[in-house]
Every structure is written in C-alpha cells, then in structure tokens.
C-alpha cells in the first residue's frame, strides 16, 4: 500500500512519536531507551519506574507506552486504566518475562496492542512498534499459541488482579507460614484467615496452595 507515491513503511518511519518506557529495573530501562534513540520515529523518551512516576509522566503527549507487566509497586494491569482514562489515543505494548497463559489473556481483555517476551530481544519490540504504529497490533507466534490453546475458556479465565489485602495474604503464604502465623501477622482471626485463603484459590481457580503460589509465580503476582 501507498500513500502519494510513498510506501506505507517509509511514512511511519517519518512519523516521529512519544513512548513512555515503563520499567522498574534501571538497566533494562535505560538500554531499551539507549536502542529507541536510533531510531527515526522517535520524538521524545519519558520513563517512568513505578506507579506514582507513571501517574506524572502519563499527564504528558504520549504516543506509544512500553510498559513492563511487573513493577516494584504496581502491575501493567493497575495502570492499564489510567491510560484508558485519558482516552487519547495511546497505544499499549507489554514488554514482560512472564508466560502465564491468564495474564496473557487478562492483558488481552484489557485492550493492550501488543505483547513481546523480554527474552526475545529488541528486534521484536522494534516489530511491535512498527505494526502498531501503523494502526494494527502485535503478538509473536508464541503469544498467538498461547491465544489460540485458551480461545475456548475466554470468559472462564480467572482474573491476575488482586486486591491489596488479597497480595498481602498470598505473600504471607508464599512465605511458608502456617494458618495461625498468617493471622497473627495480618491481625486477624485463624477461621477468617482460612476463609480468605479459601475465597483466593477459589478466585484464582486453583486446588491448593501450591498451585496457588505457582500460578502467582507465573502471571507475575508475586
């Protein structure tokens, strides 16, 4: 396709954009930064570490967010609303290390563009960019396996977001402590800690509490 005698590609490579880089971990931020300033379609770089960084640098122009899916405070699906409140336009690509088929799926329900492995290296971010900037989205093959194998239970996935209290207990029981420590560290009765116990392996769908803490480990709760 063409637009006044010029390939589509060659137009939105001289389209410059703002990303918004959101990464907890400086190393990983900074070199992906270092790899966008090279290219032509890139106007400006804000980066944000966390939730409350995001919150003041998403109140600027941004085009295109490159957001981690795991933060120190926070989790891609906490800010996901806070860019859909803008309603500007923002295009959103995860950039994760993570494989849990009900994030991936949770994220996709979300409204997200485009997701990318970490692992898999710059050049399929850059392809990311690059189909979404020219109005469509983006997911690897091994993204779309992942879609495909779980079309069927679409609306049966269990969430990956937890409330405050919810993270709070599963981090104490991922600590291997027993029932009774649980309550005392979070000022609670023993039959009430068990209950909220039950009610997340119940939310999440999961048997017990080890596939309970797998599944957090794999979909980036914890």
Known sequence: MVESGIPKYLVIMNVKKTFLLVEDEALIREGLK????????????LEASGKKEFEIQIQHPVDIVLMDF????????????LIKKKDDGIKVIVVTGLEGAELILNLLRAGVHGIVYKLDGYKEIRNAVVNVMEGGT???????????????????????????????????????LTTKEIAVQLKMSEATTETYRLRLLKKLNVPNTAALIAFAYRNGIL
């Open 70 to 81: 795991r933060l120190g405070d926070a989790n891609g699906l906490d800010l996901l609303p």
């Open 138 to 176: 983006y997911f690897p093959d091994a993204i779309l396996k992942i879609i495909q194998a779980n079309a069927h239970r679409w609306d049966q996935m269990p969430t990956v977001r937890l409330t405050f209290g919810e993270r709070e207990l599963l981090k104490s029981i991922a600590t291997g």
């Open 34 to 45: 270092s790899l966008l300033q090279t290219e032509s379609f890139v106007k400006q770089i």
